[in-house]
């Protein structure tokens, strides 16, 4: 079994020495020895959310997605498990500010194999005058096999049209393969 290094808590003044640098490489090399899913994807471009309706968020980023279980090209809101396993998910939901109603985040799952959509989880927030509102959504421990995949659900009360905001945060979802069935 793989030692996880230690975490490291970076200053506005530091540098990027030879030991930092080494810090980093042995946390990379920790994450390339492990099997199964790692995926961290972001939205870089707004994205309009109709009033009062379940919405995809879509996502532009990919940080890193170690299995390809996320497609540039067709359904880019989505994951898909590439290994069985248990995977822990979680996901952030940007909205733009707007002082009107309530915003929510949802993770769902859906089975290519039988059609159908599971939520997981999600959470609700009421909207904030001043500031961007962030609706973070997990962690959650869910089995996911060949064929599944993990989506983020946006929906807000607005009256009208919102966007998501990349200035402010943007929204993202995290997939990480935790172990074997």
């Not at 898909?80 to 248990?86: E, F, K, L, P, S």
């Amino acid at each position: 079994m793989a030692t996880v290094p230690s975490s490291r808590t970076w200053g506005s003044r530091d540098k990027l020495t030879s030991l930092r640098f080494n810090e980093i490489s042995a946390f990379l090399r920790f994450l390339d020895g492990r099997q199964g899913g790692f995926c961290e994807l972001n939205q870089s471009l707004i994205q309009n959310v109709p009033n009062d309706t379940d919405y995809p968020i879509v996502f532009q980023d990919e940080v890193v997605d170690r299995d390809g279980g996320h497609s540039d090209l067709t359904q880019i809101g989505r994951y898909y498990a590439q290994t069985d396993g248990w995977y822990m998910v979680s996901g952030v939901i940007a909205f733009e500010v707007h002082s009107t109603g309530y915003r929510s985040a949802k993770l769902i799952r859906y089975d290519a194999n039988s059609g159908t959509w599971v939520p997981l989880c999600a959470a609700i927030r009421p909207a904030v005058s001043a500031f961007a509102t962030l609706v973070p959504v997990g962690s959650r421990l869910v089995q996911m096999t060949v064929g599944q995949s993990i989506e983020l659900v946006a929906r807000q009360t607005s009256g009208t049209t919102l966007n998501t905001t990349v200035t402010d945060g943007a929204s993202g979802l995290s997939v990480v393969y935790v172990g074997a069935l």
